[in-house]
């Protein structure tokens, strides 16, 4: 006799088969440890599985992963992060704060980052609209804040961010259009 196994629970098995390598990747892209990472995967999983009626669209799954997985890496980060107020704020601290970014540690990872950088850049610079190409290439490639590049384009802040959302949903789309023709299948990639 067979043992009677909840429906729901074999949906989860292809889901965590097919995802985990996924979210361990990118949870092993921040400065955590081991521990953390573990417990990062667990917990989006976790989340994702309480929350799998509000997916809409099944091919957007990995993104959804993707973006509760940097979302959980950087919470345990803030969480271990000594605060320092606004006014506290010194050059030092700045210095001192990119110092500890994580470099690419291999090879393929650096190649990867530089491809992906080049890429960019080719967007921004191929984009239609010229305010926004703007805001993206101050924002991407100089590293301006919103508050700055608002201030020096007199925008609001929330049209920046608007401009940087439909920026990244173009990007998302050439993309995506850009992997079809070339019949690259991100799900089985």
């Known amino acids: 006799m067979q043992s009677a196994k909840p429906r729901h629970q074999d949906s989860f098995v292809p889901m965590y088969h097919n995802y985990s ?5 990118i949870a092993a892209n921040f400065p955590l440890t081991p521990q953390q990472q573990e417990e990062v995967c667990q917990d ?5 599985w309480q929350r799998k009626q509000q997916l809409v669209h099944e091919y957007a799954l990995a993104s959804w992963l993707g973006t509760i997985t940097r979302h959980r890496c950087l919470s345990v980060l803030r969480r271990n992060k000594a ?3 606004l006014e506290e704020l010194t050059e030092d601290h700045l210095h001192a704060q990119q110092a500890n970014l994580v470099p690419p540690q291999t090879e393929t990872q650096l190649w990867h980052l530089e491809l992906s950088l080049n890429l960019l850049h080719k967007l921004i610079d191929e984009h239609s609209s010229p305010v926004r190409r703007c805001v993206a290439r101050r924002f991407y490639t100089d590293g301006e804040s919103v508050a700055s590049i608002a201030e020096a384009l007199h925008m609001c802040p929330n049209t920046v961010l608007s401009h940087l959302r439909r920026f990244r949903l173009i990007v998302q789309k050439s993309l995506l259009r850009m992997l079809d023709e070339r019949g690259i299948d991100l799900i089985s990639a």
């Open 21 to 25: 390598r996924l979210v361990a990747s």
């Open 44 to 48: 989006v999983f976790q989340v994702v």
């Open 83 to 85: 605060m320092i107020s």
